[in-house]
């Protein structure tokens, strides 16, 4: 995933304006699904307001103030107001639920509900602009983000953009208070705490890559030089975990993401995932996600209504 810097705890203070990420007023101006298919809008352009684009599938790239980002199913791109952006197709067209909003304004003065593009040399006015103040949590928050680990944040969304089409009473309060929430939860996943120990590095590095493979802890032990009771102590203090309870979490990320981008049965899945039981496997996904992996895959399911953008 592209995360950017971790913070500590108690986050970062600009010393520019004083602001914190708990002071800012979201307001989403527009939420909206568009497929990119390379038309005439797409080449580099600037708008007013702050964007995110979940991608729900296809194949291409973005291109943000110069830098090239790979671009498909589970990415989501954040944008600043007055950022130079393009969308590049390369095999398939790219589907997208895009979120514009802003931060800081008050009712009056904002930008995101009146979106207004700039195709280049042409740019957006900075006057016409979101207010972007000087920031350092905001900072953090990266361009481009794989949602794949992170089902919580990718469904959270979805939610809004639900809430945003189909709610009659109190649309507003409803939408930008879920937002502003999920915007603080996105914040917290990109300060957790990262392991600093070199072996337990490598240790997850290889969990990671290939969580269904099994290995013992005593081949742990041995391949890191470590005594069993040590080892148990040093992983607690690096992951704030056990060694099954982390292995658990990881085997289960990869299972969500397969639920969300592959088209295989849920047996298959299990079995991907090392496991010989699909009962055994669907109780350890409900432990830790509170639903079944066919809930979990229905519930994640992307209705691509067609909404249309300029």
């Known amino acids: 995933m592209d995360t950017g810097s971790r913070l500590s705890d108690k986050g970062l203070q600009s010393t520019d304006t004083g602001l914190r990420l708990p002071d800012m007023k979201p307001h989403v101006g527009a939420a909206r699904y568009y497929l990119y298919d390379g038309g005439l809008y797409e080449g580099m352009r600037t708008s007013n307001s702050y964007a995110l684009h979940l991608f729900t599938g296809g194949d291409g790239m973005m291109t943000v103030e110069g830098k090239e980002y790979k671009v498909g199913k589970g990415i989501l791109i954040f944008l600043r107001p007055g950022q130079l952006h393009s969308f590049h197709i390369r095999s398939e067209p790219l589907p997208s639920h895009n979120l514009y909003f802003d931060l800081w304004e008050e009712t009056a003065n904002l930008k995101s509900p009146q979106l ?21 949590e905001l900072e953090q928050l990266p361009t481009r983000f794989s949602l794949h680990a992170y089902p919580q944040l990718l469904d959270g969304l979805m939610q809004i953009q639900q809430i945003y089409d189909n709610t009659l009473h109190y649309r507003t309060e409803t939408v930008n208070s879920a937002f502003y929430t999920w915007l603080l939860q996105w914040y917290n996943i990109l300060c957790a705490p990262r392991p600093t120990d070199k072996r337990i590095i490598q240790m997850l590095e290889q969990l990671e890559r290939e969580p269904e493979r099994y290995t013992s802890y005593e081949a742990w032990c041995r391949q890191f030089g470590l005594q069993k009771s040590h080892f148990f102590k040093l992983f607690k203090k690096e992951t704030g975990l056990s060694p099954k309870a982390c292995i658990l979490k990881i085997k289960m990320k ?13 047996t298959a899945i299990a079995e991907e995932l090392g496991y010989a ?34």
Do not use: C, N
Not at 254 to 266: D, F, M, V, W, Y
């Open 116 to 136: 207004k593009f700039a195709l280049y040399p042409q740019i957006v006015a900075k006057e016409s602009r979101s207010a972007d103040p000087p920031l350092a």
């Open 277 to 310: 039981s699909i009962h055994y496997f669907s109780r350890q996904f409900r432990a830790v996600y509170g639903v079944s992996p066919s809930e979990f895959r229905g519930r994640t399911m992307i209705v691509e209504d067609r909404h249309q953008e300029i």
């Open 254 to 266: 990869k299972a969500a993401a397969l639920l969300i981008e592959s088209h295989g049965s849920i």
